[in-house]
């Protein structure tokens, strides 16, 4: 079974300035996906970026870019210019290879000061 | 396009009750999975349904049941409903095609269940 650990309960920035939010799972698989997720008050999950375990390259979507290490089995988070609509609950969650099911961390509160 | 809806946004239960949750997935997508979050907690598969059957289950007892109807939306059952029942329930919805791998799991913004 996977598991995904993120270790940082709580996090805050200032608007404007980077962070960068913490990943890692353990799978004994080689092709996987790896995603962020944001939930805002809303309660709405929304996909902000994702990672395919076969490409190299760390994936980025606008002010969202990750660090991959599949051999450390790390998959961070970082936000650039941060804005205040970035305050939400993050996700990182894993996929195998099958795409039937979502393993999710515990979850990142993340909050951006004005 | 409504995306992904689910009903009731809010449910207030009694325990041993049983309730039923429902979902309509986004336009164009044909499996439906659910999940349970409890409060302060990231999401917990519970079953993911396909062409009307169930194709992968989480590690949730017989209580939790579901149904996928032929225009693809879906209800999840609970029975004998525990206080510990009392979560967040969202559902997600994604294309199974020849591209599935590559296709994104889109959320509702859930059911709150609420068992007293």
């Known amino acids: 079974a996977q598991t995904v650990t993120q270790s940082q309960p709580e996090m805050s920035v200032q608007e404007a300035e980077t962070v960068t939010l913490s990943c890692t799972y353990d799978t004994s698989e080689n092709n996987y996906y790896l995603f962020w997720y944001k939930q805002p008050p809303s309660r709405q999950m929304i996909l902000v970026i994702r990672?395919?375990?076969?490409?190299?390259q760390n994936a980025t979507e606008n002010r969202f870019s990750v660090n991959f290490q599949k051999a450390a089995k790390s998959f961070s988070l970082k936000i650039s210019d941060s804005q205040l609509g970035d305050t939400a609950m993050y996700f990182c969650a894993f996929m195998n290879n099958a795409g039937n099911m979502l393993t999710f961390g515990g979850g990142t509160r993340l909050m951006v000061k004005p | 396009d409504a995306g992904v809806t689910q009903s009731p946004t809010h449910l207030i239960k009694t325990r041993g009750q049983q309730v039923t949750l429902r979902c309509s997935p986004k336009s164009g997508h044909d499996t439906v999975s659910w999940y349970q979050q409890a409060l302060g907690q990231g999401p917990q598969f519970i079953f993911q349904y396909y062409e009307e059957e169930e194709r992968q289950r989480g590690n949730f007892p017989d209580r939790f049941s579901g149904h996928q109807f032929p225009n693809y939306s879906s209800e999840l059952n609970v029975n004998a409903l525990l206080l510990g029942d009392s979560a967040l329930y969202l559902c997600?919805?994604?294309?199974?095609?020849?591209?599935?791998?590559?296709?994104?799991?889109?959320f509702g913004q859930g059911t709150r269940l609420t068992v007293v």
């Open positions: 990672q395919e375990a076969y490409k190299q």
């Open positions: 997600a919805s994604s294309w199974r095609g020849q591209a599935f791998k590559n296709t994104e799991a889109f």
